[in-house]
């Protein structure tokens, strides 16, 4: 029939949109993520000075060293333990951007700045951990009395058992995510991934960090008793913000496979729009 | 299971789009340009002002570094900038076993000096077992035996006004003596010490004979090493590039040490 042929576009429901991340939320966020990148790439710088990492309270080139980013004639390697990798062009021994062979550990291209400079990568670093300390201070402070933890981040009862886990786990694992109103939501491995975070792996950091400094020690010294000694303090230190960087990597991987332009909108202006149940 | 591989898919060219973002070089000499632009670094000295704000706020100014025990001590103390100071002057102290060696006590005090090695043993000693820690990031735990510095301080009786203690080195790195200098509260610090022993022995030439510098709760490179004048000032203008210290001149280090 006649009118039938007449295109008509089909009736698309609205997406239903909701008011997912609070402005505090969406600061925070966008400051940290700037924030940890600068504190990472300085913070390779540093470690590029002494590319060895030792538990206890001392440690220097005669000791032995549990972790050492190095280079032979003509190789780089890594070593933790006893095992040993060759990581030439990446670790230990790779060539800059004007084709020259650099044996510090970490590449130009993951430093700040780009060439070796200790002094400068102590600059970014020791200022940039004053925003990451004091943004996280207010940001928790906001966490408690702003209600982001009651009504966002608490695990229910019913989340804590192992079978809601694995259940949300095996789901991840085949990159099927929640639809509709259960989108808006944080699922549990989301909340201990995010209470991980703020909870635990930054204020990490900070006290790791701020155990590293003499005078500190001179202020707090139950700080190197509770990390087991300045030069454990440096090892967890590293441990930790490599930890971090997993978190950031299976972040990005989520947030990619969930909808990026969807999720970054939200991150930016707070509104989510929920993914429609598919039909088939 | 298709609704699972396009995804898949769209993730691996993403992230090949990322890899190939980062790889991109003007984005790094960017990041130099920012580096080294006089606004951004004049921000970045922020941080340390922040740091000895806070710190001088926080901690109390005789507040110790921590003392360990014989058994804590590193194997083998690690020396930490000079090793050997060139020169035919320092060689011929050393032959002597430092036996002319003087310590010039001068600047804003009421009674000059000019200390040797013996003058400095006479004086009441102290012996600390503390941890050094070098701004790369390696620590070492050594013993030291010296004379207090506010010792010298008084019997040179330093006048008020006098802000900063610099000491005077006889190493010379490139093209210039190193020297390094703190404020008073580090000088009258019961730790801060004039060392001339090292793990119960003289003071070895690579860690500093015949005298150095403990500070200790800051780091290595405020521990000046073979040390031959201290002078109390009222300004660090003028002395070097005026930064305070031999590598706060030249590349920028902390003057504050204390993190």
């Known amino acids: ?280 | 299971m298709s609704d699972i591989i396009l995804p898949r898919r769209e993730l691996i060219a993403r992230a090949g789009g990322l890899v190939a973002a980062a790889g991109a070089l003007p984005l790094l000499a960017g990041c130099d340009v920012i580096n080294d632009a006089p606004a951004v670094r004049k921000i970045l000295s922020m941080g340390e002002e922040m740091n000895r704000a806070s710190q001088r706020a926080l901690i109390d100014r005789n507040a110790l570094a921590r003392e360990f025990s014989r058994a804590d001590l590193s194997p083998y103390f690690r020396p930490n900038g000079t090793r050997l100071p060139a020169g035919a002057d320092y060689a011929a102290h050393a032959a002597s076993g430092f036996a002319e060696w003087r310590v010039k006590v001068s600047g804003l005090v009421a009674r000059p000096l000019s200390l040797s090695l013996a003058d400095i043993r006479a004086m009441e000693q102290r012996t600390q077992i503390t941890r050094h820690d070098c701004v790369e990031g390696w620590s070492a735990i050594g013993q030291w035996t010296g004379v207090q510095l506010d010792r010298i301080l008084e019997a040179a009786g330093v006048r008020d006004g006098a802000r900063y203690i610099v000491f005077r080195c006889a190493d010379r790195i490139g093209d210039a003596l190193y020297y390094e200098s703190c404020d008073m509260i580090d000088a009258r610090h019961p730790q801060t010490i004039l060392a001339w022993a090292l793990n119960g022995a003289v003071l070895p030439i690579a860690n500093g004979a015949p005298l150095r510098l403990r500070i200790e709760r800051q780091l290595g490179y405020k521990h000046a090493k073979y040390v031959n004048a201290i002078e109390a000032v009222a300004s660090l203008d003028g002395i070097g590039a005026g930064k305070g210290g031999y590598w706060e001149d030249r590349v920028d280090y902390e003057w504050y040490a204390g993190i």
């Open chain 1, 1 to 280: 029939m006649a009118e039938a042929e007449t295109p008509v576009a089909p009736e698309k429901p609205e997406p239903v949109r909701v008011y997912r991340h609070r402005l505090p939320v969406r600061i925070w966020h966008w400051i940290n993520a700037l924030t940890l990148l600068i504190l990472l790439m300085s913070g390779l710088m540093i470690f590029n000075a002494h590319p060895r990492l030792y538990w206890g309270e001392y440690g220097a080139n005669f000791d032995r060293a549990w972790l050492v980013i190095g280079s032979t004639a003509d190789t780089g390697y890594l070593r933790v333990g006893n095992w040993r990798i060759d990581t030439t062009g990446v670790l230990g021994r790779w060539t800059d951007a004007q084709g020259a062979t650099k044996t510090w550990a970490f590449p130009g291209w993951a430093t700040i700045p780009t060439s070796y400079s200790l002094a400068d990568g102590r600059r970014w670093h020791l200022l940039f951990a004053w925003l990451l300390s004091v943004g996280l201070a207010l940001y928790m402070l906001w966490t408690l009395l702003g209600g982001h933890l009651r009504k966002d981040l608490h695990v229910r009862r019913a989340e804590w058992s192992p079978r809601h886990i694995w259940h949300d786990a095996k789901d991840h694992a085949r990159l099927r995510f929640p639809k509709g109103e259960a989108a808006a939501r944080y699922g549990i491995l989301q909340k201990l991934s995010y209470i991980g975070v703020i909870f635990v792996a930054l204020p990490l950091m900070i006290a790791t960090g701020l155990t590293m400094s003499p005078g500190m020690n001179a202020a707090w010294p139950w700080l190197l008793d509770l990390f087991g000694g300045r030069q454990s303090a440096r090892s967890i230190h590293f441990i930790t913000a490599w930890a971090l960087v997993a978190f950031f990597l299976v972040h990005i991987a989520m947030v990619l496979l969930a909808g990026p332009a969807n999720e970054i909108r939200s991150m930016v202006t707070g509104w989510f729009r929920l993914p429609q149940e598919r039909e088939t």
